[in-house]
């Protein structure tokens, strides 16, 4: 790319984010690479969710079976572990790469 800035490839963007600790409150991974999105769900639970609150504090969602309503109930539910709640909804057809 002549001229013009290279954009930094996602993967270590959320890298960089994630070991600074500059990852906003709400946060949309979407994208054909799944393996991508799923390392990086995985690596903010890692550091941000104890393990033994894993099960309370990391929902994982089934976007063509939960409504918008039971996503945002989730999403206001305060973690118990005081730090972090992750809430990651899979299969999101509005987000789909296909």
């Known amino acids: 790319m002549a001229g013009g800035k290279q954009e930094e490839h996602a993967f270590r963007k959320i890298g960089g984010d994630l ?3 500059r990852l906003p409150s709400a946060l949309l991974l979407f994208g054909r690479e799944q393996f991508l999105v799923k390392w990086a769900a995985g690596a903010i639970a890692e550091k941000y969710v104890p393990p033994a609150l894993r099960e309370l504090d990391f929902i ?4 063509g079976e939960t409504d918008v309503a039971a996503v945002v109930a989730h999403c206001e539910t305060l973690p118990l572990s005081g730090i972090k709640k992750i809430v990651l909804v ?3 057809a509005c987000f789909s790469a296909d």
Request: glycine share 30%.
């Open 90 to 92: 899979e299969g999101v």
């Open 19 to 21: 070991s600074a600790g």
């Open 60 to 63: 994982r969602l089934d976007g």
